[in-house]
């Protein structure tokens, strides 16, 4: 069973910081590209390669980065100068191959940023 879960949403203020971590556990033969998503936007916010190449939407680029660590199967988002347009529910993914079973895209379960005076 594989599992992703956020963790490092909360409450900021404009101008403020915040950085979102995701953890892939579970029984997994291989990790492709994981990447950040938000709901209230629908929009892909940001994708890293295994191979560390990234891709963001314009309205994060200059504020967010996406980084991971592939020992350690953990994506993270590190969000500077957060807008209140950037409230959200973010969801992390991942394009991965779990031990004996195909390759398939994985989400989890979500965490909430709010970014409000």
């Known amino acids: 069973q594989v599992q992703l879960v956020e963790s490092g949403g909360g409450l900021v203020q404009p101008g403020g910081s915040l950085r979102l971590s995701c953890v892939a556990s579970?029984?997994?033969?291989?990790?492709?590209?994981m990447g950040w998503y938000r709901q209230a936007q629908r929009e892909l916010v940001a994708t890293i390669t295994n191979?560390?190449?990234?891709n963001y939407v314009d309205s994060v680029k200059g504020r967010f980065t996406i980084s991971r660590d592939n020992a350690k199967n953990t994506v993270y988002l590190q969000m500077n100068d957060l807008k209140p347009e950037d409230t959200a529910v973010y969801y992390c993914?991942?394009?991965?191959?779990?031990?004996?079973?195909?390759?398939?895209?994985?989400w989890g379960q979500g965490t909430q940023v709010t970014v409000s005076s």
């Open positions: 191979g560390g190449s990234t």
């Open positions: 579970g029984s997994i033969f291989s990790i492709y590209t």
């Open positions: 993914s991942a394009h991965l191959t779990p031990f004996g079973g195909p390759t398939n895209g994985y």
